[in-house]
């Protein structure tokens, strides 16, 4: 049996959309689910600031979390739930589980200032250096995906032996391939080395389809990969966390928190070694 899918969950919309992604994700795969529970006010939710957040009994938990498994019949469904922070009880869970992917919702919070919203996905990868799936509410994207974007630089990629799972799982399921790389607009925006970058970090050994190359010139970098995932029709974007991205989180100004701060596609985070 594959590993697990680890889901996050505080009953609200962009959490439930997120279940239903990893359950469409997991079928293919047979992969069972862990839903953990989480508190709403510690996970990255605009209604944390306005105090509109309505707290629920045990009862109420439970119900909720009862129609949740039901909406997954066809998975294994293991439910968990947790009175810690996020961070402690993801990383909790994970040292139990081994999952192969911790995944989360994300509501919208485009009309709340950057400043105000938690690197929720930086510190979760951070934590428990799993590779970490956060899927925008109202993301149309197919699932599984059928045209994979990896955005990338020109350095080298060394990934965490947990991104082995996802090696698999874009082995197995063959969708179309696009490196995608920003430059200045001075500079040439040829991918070849990102290219490079990434088949030598393994990540997409085993993918048989040829991979392509996307070049986008742009003075923002996350503007610019999120401008390559339109273009190159990506149904999900793929981001290599770098630790400086983790030291960058403070007030959310780093490549990665920025891309998933704005991005709407589904985005798989996966932690790299340096």
């Given at each position: 049996m594959a590993a697990p899918f680890l889901v996050l969950t505080d009953f609200?919309?962009?959490a439930d959309q997120a279940l239903q992604y990893a359950a469409a994700l997991a079928a293919p795969l047979q992969a069972p689910l862990i839903l953990l529970h989480i508190r709403r006010e510690t996970l990255l939710d605009p209604d944390a600031f306005n105090g509109s957040i309505r707290h629920m009994s045990e009862g109420e938990v439970a119900a909720a979390l009862q129609s949740r498994v039901a909406s997954v019949a066809s998975l294994p469904v293991t439910v968990e739930s947790a009175v810690e922070g996020v961070e402690t009880a993801v990383s909790e869970a994970v040292s139990r589980h081994s999952p192969s992917l911790v995944i989360l919702g994300k509501p919208d919070?485009?009309?709340?200032?950057?400043?105000?919203?938690?690197s929720t996905s930086l510190k979760l990868l951070r934590a428990t250096r799993t590779p970490l799936l956060v899927v925008p509410v109202g993301a149309a994207a197919a699932v599984p995906p059928h045209a994979v974007t990896i955005a990338a630089d020109n350095s080298p990629i060394?990934?965490?032996?947990?991104?082995?799972?996802?090696?698999?799982?874009?082995a197995y399921l063959k969708p179309r391939l696009t490196v995608a790389h920003v430059a200045e607009p001075e500079n040439s925006d040829t991918c070849t080395v990102a290219l490079d970058a990434v088949a030598a970090s393994g990540l997409?050994?085993?993918?048989?389809?040829?991979?392509?190359?996307?070049?986008?010139?742009?003075?923002?970098?996350?503007?610019g990969i999120l401008q390559?995932?339109?273009?190159?029709?990506?149904?999900?974007?793929v981001l290599v966390a770098r630790r400086r991205s983790f030291l960058g989180q403070l007030f959310n100004r780093s490549v990665t928190s920025q891309v998933v701060l704005h991005g709407r596609l589904p985005m798989l985070l996966l932690p790299a070694l340096d």
């Open positions: 609200t919309p962009a919070t485009e009309t709340t200032p950057d400043e105000l919203v938690s060394s990934l965490k032996t947990q991104s082995e799972g996802m090696r698999e799982l874009l997409i050994a085993g993918v048989e389809s040829r991979i392509h190359c996307h070049g986008v010139r742009h003075r923002r970098v996350p503007e390559a995932a339109q273009e190159t029709h990506a149904d999900l974007l």
